[in-house]
């Protein structure tokens, strides 16, 4: 069974740090790895997608890494603001089905003044 | 454009009734697909649609039904309401090109609770 498994569950930083979030996944092959920011009481919005054949991938403050040999990826965000606040999913899609994508449980992101 | 929407936001059931939910979407997308998402937990997936008049199971289709008629909507049938659909659900939309696979656009979500 295809999975992803994020790490910590749920992290709390100062504001102005910076943190890294962790996600492994089985799913095999692959097409590509996304990663979203979900606010409470809102749908998730993408913060990054990479293929198999990219390393990292930016997008402003946050960067994704992505390592496709031991299937790991991570989220790193840098200067965190209070903003940031939000649950962080990781998601990956295999190259059998693009229709069938497997979500992670999320890493609820805490940032305080 | 609107993106994704969905309606309603929110919606309470007596046990054995049946709804529909929403989801439209104005971005031409080919794939839609309907989530739930329980407290604490990951997005599931319940059903998906490749194209108008295609629609194929995810991970917990039981005791929802789903049809595509158009491109553009993709509504969610509740066939007897359970406690256990307490949840809120996702609609998304996607597309595919060379530079963004398969990006996914999602609605606000509908919270739905079973007495």
């Known amino acids: 069974k295809n999975q992803v498994e994020q790490s910590p569950q749920s992290l709390i930083i100062l504001e102005g740090k910076n943190c890294t979030l962790q996600c492994n996944y089985t799913v095999s092959p692959f097409s590509n790895l996304r990663w979203y920011k979900q606010d409470t009481g809102r749908g998730p919005v993408s913060l990054t997608i990479m293929t198999f054949s990219e390393n990292t991938k930016s997008n402003g403050r946050y960067t994704a890494t992505l390592d496709a040999d031991t299937k790991q990826s991570s989220l790193h965000i840098t200067a965190s603001q209070l903003s940031d606040s939000a649950s962080y999913i990781c998601?990956?899609?295999?190259?059998?089905?693009?229709?069938?994508?497997?979500f992670g449980d999320g890493t609820t992101l805490t940032v305080k003044p | 454009n609107a993106g994704v929407t969905q309606t309603p936001k929110f919606q309470v059931l007596k046990t054995g009734q049946s709804m529909t939910l929403q989801c439209a979407q104005d971005m031409n997308h080919e794939y839609m697909s309907w989530y739930r998402q329980d407290p604490g937990m990951g997005l599931r997936l319940i059903h998906y649609s490749v194209g108008a008049g295609i629609t194929d199971q995810g991970e917990v289709p039981n005791g929802y039904n789903v049809s595509r008629s158009t491109t553009e909507d993709f509504p969610l049938r509740l066939l007897s309401a359970a406690p256990s659909q307490t949840s809120v659900y996702f609609c998304?939309?996607?597309?595919?090109?060379?530079?963004?696979?398969?990006?996914?656009?999602f609605g606000p979500g509908t919270r739905l609770t079973v007495t």
């Open positions: 998601v990956v899609t295999p190259n059998t089905n693009a229709g069938k994508s497997t």
């Open positions: 998304a939309s996607s597309y595919s090109t060379k530079r963004y696979p398969f990006e996914q656009y």
